[in-house]
């Protein structure tokens, strides 16, 4: 039942040279999932530049192409996208297939629960491993009906079903949960309302409003009435914040390294490594700050700095879920310990990042103690080694970090699965000054 997972495929990282250059990542990997989403169902026709053309949100372009709606690709990063309206999709004959997209998935169990047609969301061995219970819980509360295997993928979504608005105060800071209960709530009558334990990221929230939907929020809140639609918008998606994470971590550590990251999307739900690498003492510039539909971009000049270990504020950790794989690495290289705390939800990510992480700077001789909910992380001088990514692309990224600054060559294994969120990382890091090539 499952999609076929890619390829074995490793990579060796070794020392380079300091990291130089003007650098454009791609596209930010949740705005470029929602904006197809919100476009394939708003009335009119939506253009969206900048778009990821990564795999994870390739695959939820390709599952709105499956229901009927026309997606065209003018240029690479380029869609036009044909809206067919709120209840304008058509049936699919066969499972869609999410790949390794847990945002696909869970955002997509909330808009195909309201659907009238029943629908199956299937994805990669990864995705089968992580929870959807946290969006299948208030969905059914909402009326909807799906089916797992003990709250894991596949889903099986049975359409026609009314839903109602709820009030739902979530116990755990996830913006892929919360967007799942609007999504639904589109559809949904009367009013639906999400309450967040630590705010999270507010992309559905903007860009619903961008699509002229009359959504209410503010930091940790959501009011979303029903009964409205959705108008065609033009979205220019910032470049990813998490994506230039690893140059941020890279340029810091390596000596004599001069980077800028053009056009980053500084959303502040998305920017806490920003302000745990300064704490660390990282010397990170924002500079030509601006705005653009709605969001707020810099570009950040990154140069050498040594790092010091510190706790991490619990408070910022959701806004930097996604880079801890990254800042493992630089605390591996930090002067004394960095404690995480709060941070149990790496636990349910690409992989078990936690685990993945100590096992892979273990094999390259830094100490670190794991927690339920974090690690211990002593800095300490890398050596060579083999670690496994576990098919993760952000533990991939963070080990090829860790290669630079080995004192021989790391192999990683299984790397396949950054094309999932940064299809061109190695050449874009080998022009910067990495070495990095396929094993
Ligand atoms: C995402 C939310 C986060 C993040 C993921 C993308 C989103 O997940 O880790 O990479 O686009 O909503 P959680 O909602 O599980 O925290």
Sequence with gaps: MNAKDPLQQDWIAARG?????????????????????LAALADGTSQIDGFLEGEDTRAT??????????IEVPASRTRIVHGVGLDGLSAPHSPLDCGNAGTGMRLLAGLFAAQAFDSVLIGDSSLTRRPMRRVLDPLSRMGAKIAAHDGFPPLRITGGQELQGIVYSSEIASAQVKSAVLLAGLYAKGETRVQ?????????????????????????????????????????????????AFFLVAASLIPESDVTLRRVGMNPRRTGLLRVLREMGAQIEETDAGE???????????????????EIPRDAVPDMIDEFPALFVAAACAKGATVVRGAAELRVKESDRIATMAA????????IEEAADGATIHGGTLRGGSLASQGDHRVAMAFAIAGQLAEDEVRIADVANVATSFPAFDSLARKSGFNLRAA
């Design 17 to 37: 040279t300091p990291l130089h250059g003007v650098l454009d990542v791609p596209g930010d990997k949740s705005v470029s999932h929602r904006a197809i989403m």
């Design 61 to 70: 372009a390709a599952i709105f192409e499956r229901l009927g709606v026309k």
């Design 196 to 244: 967040e334990p630590h705010p999270t990221r507010d992309y559905t929230e903007r860009m619903l409003q961008a699509f002229g939907w009359p959504v209410e929020f503010s930091p940790g809140l959501v009011r979303l009435p029903g009964g409205h639609r959705l108008t065609a918008a033009h979205v220019s998606v910032p470049a990813d914040f998490s994506s230039a």
């Design 292 to 310: 653009e539909g709605g969001e707020a971009l810099a570009d950040l000049r990154v140069r050498h700095a040594p790092l010091h270990g510190i």
């Design 360 to 367: 892979g700077l273990r094999a390259l001789g830094i100490e």
